[in-house]
């Protein structure tokens, strides 16, 4: 007992003044202002960081924070969230056209828009109105609209057909800078408006085998080599620098500020959108594809086929007759022939040991012949349609498909006001012509990116008419045995690799990449980073 002025406090009592001040220290010492961020994940990986089946990353918390209680401070978590889902929705906000609340894209933006994030609805390069008209609301608030023919789409009989292969080179990474929570719409969902930050990359950036790279890219490969970032991949770094103020190290390629609402926000999340503005408005290029002159560029449906059979593969990959016999088409079809020496795009502005460059011309006499013969020799064709053909055709290792010179390439094109014609000579009847594939190796990128390298040997049968070499006598000999007409025969034993005992005219190593992620899949025209042939003595 312990005595007092007052009287005897109980023991027990005592020690109540001591407990309630060590209390209300330890109270003040752990509480935290309101105003203090929130900390930063230590490093960012998507697999990692998605949680509760969540498609995205952080999905469950922008639902817990923003959908349930409309905030808008911008902590590591929500900029990782919108990081991720612009990411893995790769063409969503890159290509999302501009337009005004309660006003529609303009026609020839809102199709080509859909063409490139609808891919699961086209088949055969075709998606039917009615699955046309849900994707529009998918992507679009209420929007009104007339079905028609524009640059990309062909209307007719109830569905959209595409005009043309057209591509969306590299890819972003974004940082959300932006949140708005502006009330309830008509419809229930809340509106809200982001500004985001795009920085650009080139489709090679993340290649260690590249040297072209974008000044983006070449920031990354630069970040990789500090000791912090030792043992991490490209994309480890890349994606870390989201947290760490970006535009410090990349160069800004593009800002936007969009409306839109969100929907499914707990289960397959997806965002509607009200407007879009950006800034600069040139600065990230739309798909490159060909204008919409009388002289299309067109898809040859057997690269599609080959390229549906290779996709799964990976490494160096057994040839089968079921391969042999559709690298054959496809290589005939796309003109193999004339396929040109070339390493990226910009090996074009280069000379080089052509028989072009014999003339002093640059390798892009090669490249303007390939774009005539791939489509199939016109009368003529604008200049803008045989850039982008060709730019189509060939990949930019740095990303940037620099203006072509245009001119007359003698032995080769004619050119005149704003056109290219055909050379004035005969050229070899592809339909005898062969290519045997006698090598393939595929690989797949982190990005989603496939490389696939092939080897062949071309063989050349001369009509009937002209007199008979020896692989003329080869073929006919065995189209007999097969009791097939001589091209017949020539295609089967192409198929099961019985051309032993003839030559071959040329051998090729070419090496063309596919983004299969987010691509319609009639959008396997073939896209060239690398290619070398040589004669057969």
């Not at 911008?74 to 006003?103: C, Q, V």
């Not at 190290?249 to 593009?254: D, F, M, Q, R, V």
């Not at 990303?399 to 050379?423: E, F, I, L, R």
Request: net charge negative; charged share 25%.
């Amino acid at each position: 007992m312990m005595k007092t002025e007052t009287g005897t406090i109980p023991a027990p009592l005592k020690l109540i003044p001591l407990l309630l001040m060590m209390s209300l220290l330890l109270t003040a010492c752990s509480s935290v202002p309101s105003s203090a961020p929130s900390p930063a994940p230590e490093s960012y990986d998507s697999e990692t960081a998605i949680k509760n089946e969540d498609v995205y990353a952080h999905q469950q918390d922008f639902y817990t924070n923003q959908i349930l209680n409309g905030k808008t401070e911008i902590t590591p978590e929500l900029m990782l969230f919108f990081h991720d889902y612009f990411s893995k929705n790769g063409n969503e906000l890159r290509l999302l056209p501009e337009f005004a609340f309660g006003k529609a894209p303009a026609w020839d933006d809102l199709s080509q828009y859909i063409i490139f994030n609808a891919y699961e609805d086209f088949v055969d390069g075709s998606i039917s109105e009615e699955k046309f008209d849900r994707q529009i609301t998918r992507f679009f608030w209420p929007v009104i609209y007339t079905q028609k023919d524009g640059t990309g789409l062909i209307y007719e009989n109830g569905k959209y057909t595409i005009r043309y292969g057209s591509d969306a080179h590299g890819w972003a990474i974004y940082e959300l800078t932006g949140l708005k929570n502006k009330g309830k719409t008509e419809r229930g969902p809340d509106k809200w408006e982001a500004t985001i930050r795009g920085y650009f990359f080139a489709e090679l950036d993340s290649d260690p085998a590249e040297e072209g790279y974008s000044e983006n890219g070449k920031a990354v490969w630069t970040e990789m080599k500090k000791a912090e970032n030792k043992g991490l991949t490209f994309w480890q770094v890349q994606n870390s620098l989201i947290l760490k103020n970006p535009g410090s190290i990349l160069e800004l390629g593009c800002e936007w500020t969009i409306e839109f609402a969100v929907n499914d926000p707990e289960g397959d999340i997806h965002f509607t959108y009200m407007s879009c503005s950006r800034s600069p408005k040139d600065e990230q290029a739309p798909p490159q594809q060909v204008p919409g002159d009388i002289y299309l560029f067109q898809q040859y449906p057997s690269g599609y086929e080959f390229i549906k059979t290779v996709c799964d593969l990976r490494g160096e990959a057994a040839i089968t007759n079921e391969l042999r016999e559709k690298f054959n088409l496809f290589a005939r079809d796309h003109r193999w022939c004339y396929m040109p020496d070339m390493d990226g795009y910009e090996s074009f502005f280069d000379t080089g040991r052509s028989y072009a460059n014999s003339l002093g011309y640059s390798n892009f006499a090669d490249a303007v012949f390939y774009a005539l013969s791939y489509l199939r020799f016109p009368e003529k064709v604008s200049a803008p349609t045989v850039q982008s053909t060709i730019a189509a055709l060939f990949v930019a290792k740095d990303g940037v498909h620099q203006p072509m010179p245009h001119q007359t390439y003698g032995k080769t094109a004619n050119y005149a006001d704003g056109y290219y014609s055909p050379w004035p000579e005969g050229t070899p009847d592809f339909d005898r012509m062969f290519f045997l594939l006698t090598g393939l190796k595929v690989e797949e990128q982190e990005s989603g990116e496939v490389y696939i390298t092939v080897q062949a040997t071309e063989y050349y049968f001369a009509h009937p008419s002209y007199i008979p070499g020896e692989n003329e006598k080869w073929l006919a000999e065995k189209a007999k045995e097969l009791d097939l007409s001589d091209m017949e025969a020539a295609a089967k034993l192409i198929a099961e690799n019985k051309m032993d005992g003839i030559k071959g005219a040329k051998e090729y190593e070419t090496t063309l990449v596919y983004m299969m992620k987010n691509t319609v899949p009639v959008d396997y025209a073939p896209r060239v980073v690398f290619s070398r042939s040589r004669s057969i003595e």
